[in-house]
């Protein structure tokens, strides 16, 4: 899933070099075009990648504990949470399940407001995050995906790439060849557009809301901190975990394409409201339902159904027991942590 969208490089876009034949699933991809210059070598560069994987959560724990009562309010936590949960089902439902992959068809007032919820996640212009989702699918696991943990074959340092590093790649997913559909709606390239202007609104939001709540400024200062700059580091976390965690860690019951080794990771489901339920995505990505099994979380689906009651949504692709059972893979094993290193 795609964060900020960046300009074109020099360097040749991976999804334009052909795959190699005979790939393994394990070996290491091969180069595709001048990697970006990080003017301190690639340990400096593994470094400050897992420092900025692992701070954001470790200041939040600390930051909560101490200053609960002082520097942070119960508005805030509860502006948080509206902020996390209406940005994150604009990912899940709007760009992801909606836009990408067409797990439904939605009203125009529907359709671009949730274009607009989803690029209030700070996670990239809607045009740029389809086309770079897209195009994950087409080559998940293998030469061509940008964010697989397995670029660097079965190692830990592909779990980093695929969480963040990925992100400080010259890598561009072509827009004209994975998302013809949405560079054609005038919606949804009025929407991309405003991306810069919704990056804006989604901190002036806590901000002003804060401050009308608490009455004072050091209140909007609050809320922007933990509705604002928190809610959003936490939401692209989630979402690389998505990424990362879930191609290399959890249970793989239904069958997905070779080389494909997209997970279910249950310990991630109300987070990521029901996305990290990959594994069946994967498996079935038109589906607008990821978790099929007795007891999965899948919030999204949820919000689905409801805009489907009103008409709001249509021609919903529910998963019949048939189209699951196909799916199926019985015998498919467990993924396990010890598996990051290679181990046997």
Known sequence: MSLISRAPTTAIPPDNVPLPRGYDGTSPFPPDGPAPERGGGERLYVTVTALIVVLPFVALGLAGWLLWGSLIHPADILLAAVFYTVTGLG??????????????????????????????????????????????????????????????????????????????????????????????DRDIRAVARAFPALCVLTLALPFGLGWAIGGTWVYGVTALLWAGLVRIALLHHVTWSVNSLCHMIGERPFRTRRHDRATNLWPLALLSFGESRHNLHHADPTSARHGVDRGQVDPSVAVIRLLERPGWVYDVHWPTPARVAARRAWRQPLIHARQLTGAS
Do not use: C, K, M
């Open 91 to 184: 990912i899940t439902v709007g760009f992801h399940r909606g836009l990408t992959h067409g797990s439904y068809r939605a009203v125009r007032p529907v359709r671009i407001a949730l274009a607009v919820a989803g690029s209030l996640s700070f996670q990239g212009d809607v045009i740029g995050w389809v086309a770079t989702h897209r195009r994950h699918h087409a080559f998940t696991d293998r030469p061509g995906d940008p964010h697989s943990p397995y670029r660097y074959g079965t190692q830990l340092r592909g779990l980093l790439h695929a969480h963040v590093g990925w992100l400080f790649r010259n890598d561009r997913t072509s827009a004209e060849r994975y998302a013809p559909d949405l560079l054609a």
